[in-house]
């Protein structure tokens, strides 16, 4: 994954959630931002899936430009809805509509979005259901399943569509400590089948393991960025970063 942001600015009600961005990566299988409450992570994931728009800045990922300047690119919203079936995106919500079961909430977005045949859309949704143990799983509704279940079906439906980049928005925040190891499973067995993926997250034991480069943000800056090792226990880390990590990961030792 290759990722161009120049001079990135987002705001709500006069508020600055993404503060004059600007970054620079090559061949990134994985990236994590991690950072305190309304640090601007989650509006940085929405604008880089093409979810929100910014005020100003350049986006680019891979081949896709996202935005130019101050407008997305030529006005024209069929390019960012050709780049949005190209992505998959899951969010702390598992979003499953509740009235179809498992299997139906893969493939009808599958048929009905991605215009797959009825046989292609079961075929690629039952072999994700059997590859990730849920196959039992397949004809019950949400209602039916419990919240480390629904995320992962979320999950699959995602990976069904065999994104490039793979967006995830806190996708264990809702979840109980089991049901988040059993999400947190998922996520690596598709990183290990190459599916690469921008991550906000809270599980700093997940960052640490999972991410090719981190961005820390605060106040929608990026105040320190750089591999696992880097972020977490590097020498040179700001004094905002070193009392955050001081922190959370007391809380996660005395967990």
């Known amino acids: 994954m290759r990722l161009r942001i120049k001079n990135l600015t ?11 961005i600007s970054l620079e990566l090559d061949d990134i299988s994985s990236l994590v931002l991690i950072g305190p409450s309304g640090s601007g992570k989650t509006t940085l994931l929405r604008i880089l899936a093409g979810l929100e728009v910014p005020e100003h800045g350049e986006i ?22 050709k780049y949005r079936k190209k992505i998959g995106v899951v969010f702390q919500a598992f979003n499953l509509f509740p009235h179809w079961t498992a299997l139906e909430n893969i493939t009808y ?19 994700l259901l059997k590859r990730f143990s849920l196959d039992e799983h397949k004809n019950k509704k949400p209602l039916q399943l419990s919240g480390g279940q629904q995320q992962r079906i979320a999950l699959c439906r995602a990976a069904s569509l065999k994104p490039e980049i793979l967006f995830l928005d806190e996708p264990t925040s809702a979840l109980d400590p089991e049901f988040t190891v059993e999400v947190l ?4 067995e598709l990183q290990e089948e190459g599916i690469e993926f921008i991550l906000v997250t809270h599980e700093m034991g ?22 696992p090792a880097q972020i977490f226990t590097g020498e040179n880390r700001p004094d905002r970063v070193v009392n955050f990590m001081n922190k959370i990961l007391k809380y996660e030792t005395e967990k």
């Open 10 to 20: 987002k705001q709500y009600d006069g508020q600055k959630a993404i503060d004059n």
């Open 60 to 81: 680019q990922i891979n081949d896709h430009i996202i935005h130019i300047n101050d407008h997305m690119i030529n006005f024209d919203e069929n390019n960012l809805l």
């Open 109 to 127: 977005p599958l048929i009905k979005v991605h215009n797959f045949s009825f046989e292609e859309a079961e075929d690629r949704a039952n072999t």
């Open 185 to 188: 499973d998922l996520i690596h």
């Open 206 to 227: 997940f960052a640490a393991s999972s991410a090719k480069h981190i961005l820390f943000l605060d106040e929608g800056r990026i105040i320190s960025q750089g591999n």
